[in-house]
């Protein structure tokens, strides 16, 4: 079997830290590189913590040298930023965009991106917009294959509190059954099942965009025998 090696952006967040806990476990991946802004403890024999400047080009490129897919599951909130949007687009547009550039020029030819559901650079709404124009940028690298999971109400328990989070998912977990049709992509999914989808799409071989739903990143996780 061909082994990859992979790179995890955002690793410390809710999808992330799954994403950490199962890639050294799939035979697929022989290095799991994981770049941070501060040390962690590396949690397997597979992993390598590379600490990066992601506003140094040189520091970013200098990690993903030799990586040949990015898992890219970085995000933040108004509350971190203290409503600063500007700051808020350098985390969740920034980063990803340059990484996704800065792969390819190490010769990288998978990304695979935590976006949201009802994502759309047009959007009124400011957190659909940004997720929206950055799908668009991270497309427009011309990365060869590009991988979008787009989750509704993420389902998990975070290392950080957030109240207003752990509310919507006690109201939407129950709810979500009811979801179906086309509605059926507002169901709330749960993070480690995301971190799984990101994991099989990153194997796949396909050149192309690929977005996944719901519905799409189930079918992955439980394919139709």
């Given at each position: 079997m061909e082994k990859r090696s992979s790179a995890i952006i955002g690793a410390t967040g809710l999808t992330g830290s799954w994403l950490q806990q199962y890639l050294p476990e799939d035979p697929g991946f022989d290095i799991i590189r994981t770049l941070v802004r501060w040390p962690v403890e590396p949690v397997s024999p597979k992993q390598e913590v590379k600490l990066v400047?992601?506003?140094?080009?040189?520091?970013?490129?200098?990690?993903?040298?030799?990586?040949?897919?990015?898992?890219?599951?970085?995000?933040?909130?108004?509350?971190?930023?203290?409503?600063d949007q500007q700051l808020y687009r350098r985390i969740d547009h920034d980063i990803p965009v340059r990484a996704c550039k800065l792969a390819m020029e190490t010769g990288c030819r998978k990304f695979v991106l935590v976006s949201a559901v009802g994502a759309n650079p047009e959007s009124r709404n400011f957190y659909l917009r940004l997720k929206g124009q950055t799908e668009a940028d991270i497309i427009a690298t011309g990365m060869p294959a590009v991988h979008i999971m787009q989750p509704s109400q993420l389902l998990g328990k975070r290392a950080e509190s957030r109240p207003l989070e752990s509310f919507t998912?006690?109201?939407?977990?129950?709810?979500?059954?009811?979801?179906?049709?086309?509605?059926?992509?507002?169901?709330?999914?749960?993070?480690?099942?995301?971190?799984?989808?990101?994991?099989?799409?990153?194997?796949?071989?396909?050149?192309?965009?690929?977005?996944?739903?719901?519905?799409?990143?189930?079918?992955l996780i439980h394919p139709a025998s």
């Amino acid at each position: 079997m061909e082994k990859r090696s992979s790179a995890i952006i955002g690793a410390t967040g809710l999808t992330g830290s799954w994403l950490q806990q199962y890639l050294p476990e799939d035979p697929g991946f022989d290095i799991i590189r994981t770049l941070v802004r501060w040390p962690v403890e590396p949690v397997s024999p597979k992993q390598e913590v590379k600490l990066v400047d992601f506003s140094d080009a040189e520091s970013v490129l200098l990690a993903l040298t030799g990586v040949t897919v990015v898992f890219c599951a970085i995000g933040t909130t108004q509350k971190k930023v203290k409503g600063d949007q500007q700051l808020y687009r350098r985390i969740d547009h920034d980063i990803p965009v340059r990484a996704c550039k800065l792969a390819m020029e190490t010769g990288c030819r998978k990304f695979v991106l935590v976006s949201a559901v009802g994502a759309n650079p047009e959007s009124r709404n400011f957190y659909l917009r940004l997720k929206g124009q950055t799908e668009a940028d991270i497309i427009a690298t011309g990365m060869p294959a590009v991988h979008i999971m787009q989750p509704s109400q993420l389902l998990g328990k975070r290392a950080e509190s957030r109240p207003l989070e752990s509310f919507t998912q006690a109201i939407m977990k129950p709810l979500s059954g009811l979801f179906s049709g086309s509605w059926i992509k507002y169901r709330a999914i749960a993070a480690k099942d995301v971190a799984r989808a990101m994991i099989i799409a990153g194997k796949k071989e396909e050149t192309g965009v690929f977005r996944y739903t719901y519905k799409e990143m189930m079918e992955l996780i439980h394919p139709a025998s």
